[in-house]
């Protein structure tokens, strides 16, 4: 007889096809029970795990490329959060139905993203299930230079990239039921993973973690892991224009310091290093904004340009729908 | 403010908590945007990544603690059947409510068949959704000797560990509404990866893959990888006793040759190669049955004890629910 044709076979044949690559430390990549790759010698492994899944992590009108690029795109954030370079990733995606034209689709924003950074997929499976992206990402970083969130130290300065607020902007437009402006819904479906800065940051970075949850949550992270405090200025906080032409002062300000979904950079540095990080900036073409300063303590406290503490009335970022 | 406290940090620390392992080789785990870890000098890197759904790989009144250890066991299997050592694993784990008593259970089983490989669970996230787990092992073997699928050749024996048919019996008889018998319900449940096997075959196979989706889907997955064919003597089938008291004739042939879930391995090895076998299955303690040969052509055919030809009426095992 001949071997069994299934539906989950299919689809691997057709993401294998299209998943080609030209890394020779693939030793063994999609096909066999596991992956074969050759770590560089004199490196250390740095691995990500995250999934995505539909009605949480995404609104259920999200076109598949876009999943498959958001999917992607959130591991590789994780990886710029380490000062890693990416290599490869495995992908386990979970569908309701075998529908090659959605695979399709998925995989064109997954390898899209993928080949920007010369990232391979290797393995991984799919399933039948309720929509649901689980992606690993795989890199390197030199022994000991890994940014942790455990490094700050009061008298540090706390920097983020890009613009904050953007895909919380959007998902709040979702919400109210009217139109989505196009560059906000962009943000919130193709973010872009700060690689190139986070591989600039080991040399001058005490701390970092990528801005997933929100800027006031994941801050909050790397302070508690350091055993310190933090101030912000919410009005050095790095604002689009368009989130200006969209939302109200006070909206802003809260889209700003909670919405999460950026996958921008939030590190500190020695208050030293002020023109290394403008060079990263320059180097990159990533604009990098001082937004505040580590202190003593453990909380991270937000001011107005009054010098008036300001309090989010919600804690944190709820992705897409609100948390129980 | 404080950081905030969300139900998704609270299972994460939770797991932390109790995730504690003795590898020196995790530079840095659970609790920041990734893991660092530490590959041996002069090793290659194994990477496998399987997810299992809730009513699509277990039924729905499996125990979270063998969720947990299913979870796991079947990527260990996939790195058993590239002939890799265990090292590491992250764990995504997608649940509709953040549910504490669950995760202990679950982490009970997890954990404990992480420990008996000295594997540590070194990252992840918990995210809410459909009941999933998504799970990637990582471990390694020296360059070049990965047990791969496409190495078998006519004239190789194709041998399999343990039984079969164990699984797929359990499915069986919960599918039929009746009572379940406890050994092969423990068989389904709690498959054991064969590690010890696998770490000793690379000298000796030629090709290897692990049973998951039943014996003729997984060797025509080595026939058409490697272009050959092979020929199975289905009374050469490895049974248990239990198998033999809970199914007639007929059904157990059906069971052994087209069920899946049981993990065990199927690997092949030149003919000359019957005694290093036999020490292998000495040496770890796990029966190893020689049970038919690979031959010139494409196509897996099962034989009876008279030599009369046998097709399944399915093509392959479709694990809990029926494809579509």
Known sequence: MKPPT????????????????????VVLGIGDDAAVLAVPAGRQLVVAMDTLNA??????????????????????????????????????????SADPAWVDAFLEGFLDLARLHDVALV???TTRGPLSVCVAAHGWVEPGTALRRDGARPGDLVW???????????????????????????RLDRPVPRIAVGRALPPVASACIDVSDGLLADLGHVCAASGVGAEILLDALPC?????????AAARRRLQATGGDDYELCFTTRGTLRDAVAAIAADTGVDIACIGRIVAGREVEA?????????PDRPGHEHFTTQE
Chains 1, 2 share one sequence.
């Open 6 to 25: 299934r539906p989950e076979f299919d689809l691997i044949a057709r993401i294998r096809q299209r998943a080609s690559h030209g890394r020779g430390d």
């Open 55 to 96: 009605g949480v992590h995404f609104p259920g009108d999200t076109a598949p490329g876009d999943i498959g690029w958001k999917s992607l795109a959130v591991n590789l954030s994780d990886l710029a959060a380490m000062g890693a370079e990416p290599a490869w990733c495995t992908l386990s995606l979970s569908l309701p």
């Open 303 to 311: 001011f107005d340009a009054e010098g008036r503490p300001w309090r």
């Open 160 to 186: 983020v990239t890009g613009t904050l607020g953007d895909a919380a902007g959007a998902l709040a437009q979702w919400r109210d039921g009217g139109g989505v402006d196009a560059r906000l819904r962009a």
């Open 123 to 125: 393995g991984g499976d």
């Open 240 to 248: 689009p224009e368009v989130l200006r032409e969209c939302f109200d």
